[in-house]
Nanobody
Framework: QVQLVESGGGLVQPGGSLRLSCAAS????????MNWYRQAPGSERERVAS????????TYGDSVKGRFTISRDNAKSTVYLQMNRLDIEDTAAYFC?????????????WGQGTQVTVSS
């Protein structure tokens, strides 16, 4: 079965750091661009970072640019999100996503989400 298992979330003080991991299985990880999304209560889902299949190209939302870094290890079928200088506005559920086009349709998988709470 397809699985995206996230870990690394938790409670952190403003200015702190967390490293999220998403371990993939059940599909060809190296064929999928990977994304991190987040959603806070009462807010729309927001894509915060994307990374190409090779890992050579990354994209970030304006709110996290310069603070977050997405990376991937295709040998380990794992994508990471390093979050530095966290702010209370970063509090959200963070979701790992794999998505690509196939057979004329979008093929996508989602992790269960991991909660990040930034609080003093």
């Amino acid at each position: 079965q397809v699985q995206l298992v996230e870990s690394g979330g938790g409670l952190v003080q403003p200015g702190g750091s967390l490293r999220l991991s998403c371990a993939a299985s059940g599909f060809t990880f190296s064929s999928y661009p990977m994304n991190w999304y987040r959603q806070a209560p009462g807010s729309e889902r927001e894509r915060v970072a994307s990374i190409s299949v090779s890992g050579r190209t990354t994209t970030y939302g304006d709110s996290v640019k310069g603070r977050f870094t997405i990376s991937r290890d295709n040998a380990k079928s794992t994508v990471y999100l390093q979050m530095n200088r966290l702010d209370i506005e970063d509090t959200a559920a963070y979701f790992c996503n794999a998505e690509r086009l196939g057979g004329g349709s979008s093929i996508g998988y989602w992790g269960q989400g991991t909660q990040v709470t930034v609080s003093s």
